[in-house]
């Protein structure tokens, strides 16, 4: 029925707009008409047939001044109005309809039959939550600690601008380990491999940088390749790349529970920042499913992240853990948008344990094991080392903000790491987490970007500007891998300025910032 009003009201107009074009026709016939007339009488009328074609031009044109002032006028207005709301309606539908539809897509897949109902059959809700939700929530007031880089009004931080300030650094990462169609690269790889952490991180400096096509498309890339098409239906498979047989597929199907929060944690910030509901709705299913899936209660430590949900159970009675998985302002973060389920803010609470617990010298092991009744012991497989994930610890540790709970303990007690980096120039490849002692190669470059957060907390700031310089004569010298532009584009896109993470975890970005300001 609706389709067949719609054709008929076209009919309709189409008829309308027949008649303004010959009521147009009747016009001008009367213009010509009078240029006959007055040529006929200046040659005496010489000619029958211009007299007659005069009288009849004549006489349309009266009738088309008839009906003009008979209220002709007021139904062509109408008319042109009319045609004129139909194209803006029809424009108004064209911009709207993708967002229309995403909405709609999110809940579809909520609905949809087989695994998908079975496995969100108790997240129905949220979708209609996140539809019902205001459009974008108020940011709390920039903190003392940073009101020099966030002197803007607090609006500023939740709209986007026409154009974002440039942000080189990202450009170049998209350029070097980012393919077209939205696939985060490790580059020198012999699988040429893509992980889930990779697709996480690149979603959330797109998020930072304003990006929304890149965001987009890391996004698809990700749904399409590592969640089957549907990430409100699964998590995303941690390792993607070229098999053995040439092939390009998932590789382990298992998940990682850091890019998983990663995720959640972009799309929920995206939702907001952007105001699009269907991010909101996929962040906050998400979520859920990383609660559901990738955490555990530990006798004696609570409810933790696990790396992933199968594999991390060595005996009944231990766990394997990533302190690094665990990055507090993302904890509370999501917390922030789905405060209904108490179990953000009881994993809130106990990730200060798991970072110090586990580092009893002041260095973050990569892993550690914990056992019920004995607390944490060094990890067997990799023999207490602190390297290439513990170097994380310290860069979440020193991005909180200065009314996060934790920032103060955990930058004391992660004093050693600092320590370190004054007295030897640069942090460490890699340190025994249970002796302190360091290997004797110096991390790259991306480990000195990643102390800098750490070091200007700690109020160091000669330490922390000379890591910078570090970083900039390492990046002279040689190319960085996939991994240590992740870790620069963290720790200077910080202390440039570029974003902050809120007391309670929400993301706070510099998009205000006028085009014609230089970028850093």
């Known amino acids: 029925m609706a389709r067949q009003a719609g054709r008929d009201e076209g009919v309709g107009r189409i008829g309308r707009i027949g008649r303004i074009g010959r009521i147009g026709r009747i016009g001008r016939e009367a213009g010509d008409a009078r240029e006959a007339a007055g040529a006929g009488e200046a ?3 010489r000619h029958a047939r211009a007299d007659a074609w005069a009288r009849r031009a004549s006489r349309a044109s009266r009738g088309w001044r008839t009906f003009w002032r008979g209220g002709g006028r007021g139904r062509v207005r109408a008319v042109v109005a009319s045609v004129v709301a139909s194209f803006s309606v029809m424009a108004f539908a064209a911009a709207t309809l993708p967002v229309s539809w995403r909405v709609a897509a999110a809940a579809e897949r909520t609905r949809s039959g087989g695994e998908r109902a079975g496995g969100l059959r108790d997240t129905a809700g949220l979708i209609e939550i ?26 500023a931080f939740a709209v986007a601008s026409a154009c974002a300030p440039s942000w080189p650094r990202w450009d170049r990462f998209k350029r070097d380990f980012v393919s077209a169609d939205g696939r985060v690269i490790d580059v020198g790889s012999a699988d040429e491999r893509t992980v889930s952490e990779g697709q996480a991180y690149g979603l959330f400096f797109a998020l930072v940088a ?12 990700t749904e399409d390749n590592l969640a089957q098409g ?28 850091d890019a998983d929060l990663w995720l959640a944690y972009a799309l929920l910030e995206a939702g907001r ?72 803010a009881r994993l809130a609470a106990g990730v200060g344990r798991v970072l110090t617990d586990s580092a009893p010298r002041g260095f973050a092991p990569d892993w550690a094991l914990y056992r019920a009744g004995r607390g944490f012991e060094p990890d067997a497989e990799t023999h207490a080392a602190s390297a290439y994930n513990a170097i994380r610890v ?7 903000d200065a009314g996060d709970p934790l920032a103060r303990p955990l930058v004391a007690h992660f004093a050693p790491f ?65 991994y240590a532009n992740v870790l620069t584009l963290f720790g200077l896109g910080w202390r440039d300025g570029r974003y902050r993470f809120a007391a309670d975890g929400t993301l706070r970005v510099r998009w205000s910032e006028p085009c014609s300001t230089p970028a850093r």
């Open 43 to 45: 040659c005496g009328r």
């Open 130 to 155: 996140s539809a019902a939700a205001p459009a974008s929530t108020p940011i709390p007031a920039a903190p003392r600690r940073f009101a020099q880089p966030f002197a803007q009004p607090a609006r």
């Open 210 to 221: 304003n990006d929304r096509a890149a965001f987009d498309a890391l996004l698809r890339w």
């Open 230 to 257: 549907d990430l409100s239906a699964r998590l995303p498979a941690w390792l993607w790349g070229r098999a053995a047989d040439g092939a390009w597929r998932v590789l382990d199907a298992n998940a990682a529970s």
């Open 273 to 344: 920042l952007w105001r699009e509901r269907s991010y909101t709705a996929r962040g906050a299913l998400l979520a859920k499913r990383v609660l559901d899936e990738e955490t555990a209660t530990l006798p004696g430590l609570g409810l933790v992240l696990l790396p992933g949900p199968t594999g991390f159970r060595p005996a009944r009675d231990a766990w394997r853990l990533n302190p690094s998985y665990s990055p507090p302002q993302a904890i509370r973060g999501i917390g922030a948008h789905v405060p209904d389920d108490a179990r953000w």
């Open 394 to 400: 310290y860069l979440w540790a020193g991005m909180l």
């Open 418 to 482: 600092a320590e370190h980096v004054a007295a030897h120039g640069a942090p460490p490849e890699a340190v025994d987490a249970t002796t302190g002692a360091a290997a004797p190669r110096d991390g790259n470059a991306g480990f000195s970007a990643a102390a800098v957060p750490f070091l200007e907390a700690r109020g160091e700031r000669a330490s922390a500007d000379a890591q910078l310089a570090r970083v900039a004569r390492l990046e002279r010298e040689t190319a960085s891998g996939y």
